[in-house]
Every structure is written in C-alpha cells, then in structure tokens.
C-alpha cells in the first residue's frame, strides 16, 4: 500500500511512518480551516434544505447517509454530496474552495430504520444488540460494537464505509464512540472478557484503516468520549473531535429542544441552586436521566478539550438552544477558546445558519479591567454563575472546615470580613475605591453583579 501512494515500497519504516503522520497533519488542516459547519440528521434532506446549505457560508456539513435508510434506498446521494460541496458561485471542481461533506453514522448502536435491521431482530437477537438506548431514542439499541458481525456490516467489501465512499463524502462522523460507558454494554464486554474502551479504540481505528486504504485524505471525526484523548491510539485513529453538550442541553425527542445549561463548574453538580435555577422542562431532564449531561459541569468537558488542544486536534461543539441570546453566547464563548461551534436542536432537526463572532464582543478584551470577568450564559444566575465556590473552600479553610454552603457564607458574613468570592474580586479593594458603595453598606460582589459591571467599575482596583 505505500508504494500505491507514490513512497518506494524498500523506503523502510521511518519513511513510511513520516508519510502517515504528514497525511495526518493535512487532515488536521484541513479541519482547522472550518470556520462554520451544520450537522442536520433529524430533517429530510429535500431540495429546500439542500438549497438553504448550498448558499450558505458553512465550511463543512455533516448529513444521514439516505440511502441506509430503509425506503430511501433510491435517494440520488452522490449527486446530493456533490451538489452540497459547491459553494456560491464556485464553478464545481473538486478544490481547496469546496465545502466538506461528512457521513454521520452510528457506530456503537443498531437503529431499527436502517437497511441492515432484518425482521425479529430486537434485544438479545442476534446477540450482539445489547438493550435499548439509555437517553430515550426510540429505535436505537446499543451493540457489543468489538464483534465480527456488527463490524462486517461496515467494513466488508460493499458495506456501508464502501458506500459512503462512493458516494463522494470526505469523511465521517463517528457517533456513539462512548458505547463502552453504556452499562450493558460493558457487561456485555465482561462477560466476553473484552476491555470495551480499548474495543472502542480499536474500532474507531479499523474504521479509518479502511476508509484510508481507498483515499488517504477521508476525514474521521469522533463525537464525544473525550475521555479517549488521552490514548495515543485514540489519538492517531481521528482527525478531529465534536464534543456535544459543553454548556446547553435538551432532551431526548426534543422535550426541550434545548436552552437547558450545564453546571458551570464541579462544584455546582447535583446542588439544590442548581436544580433550582433550571426550568421545569430542564428539571424534568435532570430528573429523568442521572446520568445524563444535566449531572456533568461544562468544566469536566472543557478539561478533558484541552487534551486535544495540546496535541493540536480540531474540536468541534455542538450544543442545544434555541434562544437568540444563548446561541449568541454559545458561539462567542466556544470561538474565544479556539473551538469551532455550532448550536441546534437536540433532534438536530433544523438548519442553522452562520453565527458570526459578536461585532460589538461583550467588553471583557484582554487587557481590560473587566477581562477576567466570567459572563454568565442567557437565563443564568449572574451571582452565583460568577462566584467560585471551589476557590474560595480552597483559600477559606476554616469555611471548609466547617461545612458551611461557601456562597451563603460569603454572602452573610465574608464579604464583611473581607474575604473574595473569586480569584478575579477584591472585596476590600473594591469598597475602598468606591467609597459610594461602601457608605450604602451593599455587598460589593453584589454591587458590581448587579450594577457595576454595566457601570465599567473594576471588579479588583489596584491602589
């Protein structure tokens, strides 16, 4: 295969393994030249939406592979994906111009709508398909994904990757890459004695070795299981990274479709002002899945991206509004960390067009007094978004120590005693600078949440 891409096939190995990695580095290029993308699976790919995409600035698309659905197997695909990578007024060539087309496909579960679910099949037949999705998807089942059998409906010759291929697509986008924290799945891997994480990684691997033995430049993008960063192997099997859910969330079948936030931070998982500041419909997610994104801060995904960062892999987020306002946050907060954002639906059902960088920003420019300021998110708590309650049990031990909730306590006795809420406020220093604050005996924290803020006051003067 070497020699097939133009390397001497006696080059020997170190000449080889530079080849793969500077292929890989092209891979990485290209996804770090996206700058928009839209991922539509739940929405009929009709000459309307085709249309809304075709004119759009979108850099990359990620769609359904139709024609696995059952009763769309005539669905015109390749010349769908071609029609989808010529951007306005491109003259149609295959070139650096052109936007980037990727399949999504499911790769840890069995959906019951594609061409390969055969009649009776359900939990337990064939044994490989392990119980019915954790998140409520009707239809979906997840699968010990290590077997020969679910494999080969992918990788042997004319199966599904080959198809994809044909079709014209640049890639894929891996979905269910986290099947292995599935708790059926894992016994299921148990009892086969299979270590379902490295099944995975293994997986996601032979996915690219094959899409790669017919072109070396197909782009694989794994979806979620961050956690996977910190494997080499993992590493090297994907180009890039989209990791949902980072600071919104909806529920399954739309019920929301969005709008509901994460924990900001470790330490507001599970807390009763948490829960609390949520909406009904948010709480009846939180309620219903436990183990669901609504028990997860955006702090563990934002830790576990950065791995990627340091290795130089492209991350993509995908998360769930609605709301103008939170959009608008969402895709200024994911572009002034370097990642590449696109907000939708949690059916992922409808087309979302470009979101800019805010022309106006929101005042906090490195390099001015109010850069260090965290903005909460639309429909947020702004005091309790802002305090830091894990820095501050840190550097206040005896309110560790004793057990107390640290935002009441500052707010009752700490600020009095001239205690921060966050690394960023400087209570004394505040009240000190303006003295009008002080002779009002407000709370400073309060007061610059509250007002000074907008006022353009400095949350931490320096005298």
Known sequence: MIADYGVPADSGQDTALAYVASAAAGRADVLRAVDHWVYVIGAELDASLTTRIVDSDH??????VVTTVRGSEGFPLASTVQTLKQRPGSAGDAGADDRLVLAYIDIGQAEDYRTYWQDGWGIGNPDWITALDPDGWEGNFPVAYWTEAWQDIWVRPGGY???IVDAGFDG???????????ENVAAAAAAAGVDPVQAMVDWVGTIGDHLRARDDDLLVIGQNAADLLVMSDYRAAIDGIAQEHVWYDGGADNEPPGDCPLPRTHADVDTHAYFNALSPACQAVYLAYPYGPLHVSSEYYLERLAVADAHGIPVFTIDYATEPDTIRWI????????YTPFVTTRNVDVFQDVVERSDAGDGNTPGSDLADVPLPPPGVDPLTWAFDAAWYLAAERDVAAAGVDPFGHYMAYGWREGRDPAPWFDSDAYLTAYPDVAAAGLNPFLHFVQWGYTEGRDPAPDF
């Open 161 to 163: 990757l080959d198809r």
């Open 59 to 64: 850099d990359m698309v990620v769609i359904d």
């Open 331 to 338: 895709a200024d907060t994911a572009r002034a960390l370097g």
């Open 172 to 182: 894929v986008y891996l979905d269910w890459v986290e099947g292995y924290s599935d």
